[in-house]
């Protein structure tokens, strides 16, 4: 389920309705995931979820699943 | 290894993204801008730092705009608005400000809405002559060693506040062989700059969003200059750093203030980050640099 709605937030980032995303999925896949796209899907993951990140813990994620388990750390909170 | 290879081979040790965009953008830049790029290292490495330290500062660089762009995202502003309040930090704090420069400076060559601005600066200056050229915050050097090779004024003066910011471009220009008797550099508040005679060319690269009174300093330009001066503004839109307090937030705001101020347009280059369009970047509050040429109205 939060797949899923990651997913709706990747997709209207990077402007793909088609856009596909797995835990596996990096910056390697996707050509414009660059750090000013990093930002903004970690800020549209805060407003969705109404969770709020430190500036550390993105800079530490590196794929679909590390964010995943940090939205769900953060509800759990 | 050459520089390069050193250097991205750090970059993308440490962030994944950022050796990501200079794969991408090691690219757009062309043999001279690469052969530049080098220079501009082997110069930082004659002040004393390894190619990783330079790798290190440009890194710096990047995480402090990142961790402000997350700020300015969630908040729609800039964190400080006071001089007073990044001064301390920033400008007379000498072992961030050699990392934000040099970080800068590297980002000269690297982020493609700065090596746009370079490069219609470039065009823009050559073969201009007149009396006297001013330059205000030249900082990293190298809109004035551009213009001092490219164009023929009588004269080249540089102002900045920053004593650190100002030994730097002369260290710079001198490294890069300028004559001594071409230029002088000053470390002072603009705003105290005073003139008998108008300025033949008056350049300022991204300034104004480091002060609480932008218009103040475009009306200033304006009493320093005559209808034939060339004047060239970098401006950066919604561009979070941790030095920037006046926050730009369209094209439209920046071109009232320089109407406002006793300007006007007579070209425009507008850049963004990522090679967006500059209408997106607008609507995503994301950076755009605004390279303006302008003359008294």
Redesign the interface.
Same mark, same amino acid.
């Given at each position: 389920m939060i797949l899923e709605e990651v997913q709706d937030i990747f997709r209207d980032v990077f402007d793909d309705e088609d856009l596909v995303i797995s835990h596996s999925t990096?910056?390697?896949e996707i050509e414009?995931?660059?750090?000013?796209?990093?930002?903004?899907l970690?800020?549209a993951i805060?407003k969705h979820f109404n969770i709020k990140f430190a500036?550390k813990e993105?800079?530490a994620l590196?794929n679909v699943g590390e964010m995943l388990e940090l939205i769900s750390n953060k509800c759990r909170q | 290894m050459d520089n390069w290879g050193t250097f991205y081979d750090f970059i993308k040790r440490n962030n994944?993204?950022?050796g990501?965009?200079l794969e991408k953008y090691e690219k757009c830049m062309t043999a001279d801008e690469k052969n530049d790029w080098n220079i501009l290292i082997e110069f930082y490495k004659y002040q004393g730092y390894s190619c990783e330290q330079i790798a290190e500062s440009y890194l710096y660089f990047?995480?402090m705009t +990142?961790?402000e762009?997350?700020f300015f +995202?969630?908040s729609g502003r800039y964190r400080y608005n006071s001089f007073e309040q990044v001064a301390k930090d920033v400008y007379f704090n000498p072992a961030i400000m050699h990392k934000h420069i040099i970080g800068l400076g590297v980002s000269q060559y690297i982020w493609p809405q700065h090596l746009n601005s370079v490069r219609w600066f470039k065009q823009l200056i050559s073969g201009r002559r007149g009396t006297e050229y001013l330059e205000i915050g030249p900082g990293h050097g190298e809109f004035i060693y551009q213009a001092i090779k490219l164009s023929d004024y009588d004269s080249y003066i540089g102002i900045d506040i920053s004593e650190t910011s100002s030994e730097l471009t002369r260290n710079y220009l001198s490294y890069r062989g300028v004559d001594e008797a071409k230029y002088t550099i000053i470390t002072d508040d603009f705003m105290n700059f005073s003139s008998r005679d108008k300025f033949s060319a008056i350049v300022m690269g991204e300034v104004l969003e480091h002060v609480e009174k932008p218009l103040e300093f475009l009306k200033k330009i304006v009493e320093l200059s005559d209808d034939e001066t060339f004047i060239f503004i970098t401006v950066p839109l919604n561009s979070p750093t941790k030095d920037h307090i006046y926050l730009f937030s369209s094209i439209a705001e920046l071109y009232t203030m320089v109407r406002q101020a006793g300007l006007e347009v007579v070209e425009a280059s507008l850049s963004t980050?990522?090679g967006k369009s500059v209408e997106k970047a607008e609507k995503?509050k994301?950076?755009i640099i605004a390279a303006l040429y302008l003359k008294v109205k």
């Open positions: 990096s910056a390697d414009d995931w660059d750090s000013l796209a990093h930002i903004r970690v800020v805060e500036f993105i800079q590196h | 994944i993204l950022q990501k965009h990047v995480d +990142m961790e762009t997350f +995202m969630e980050s990522n995503n994301e950076t």
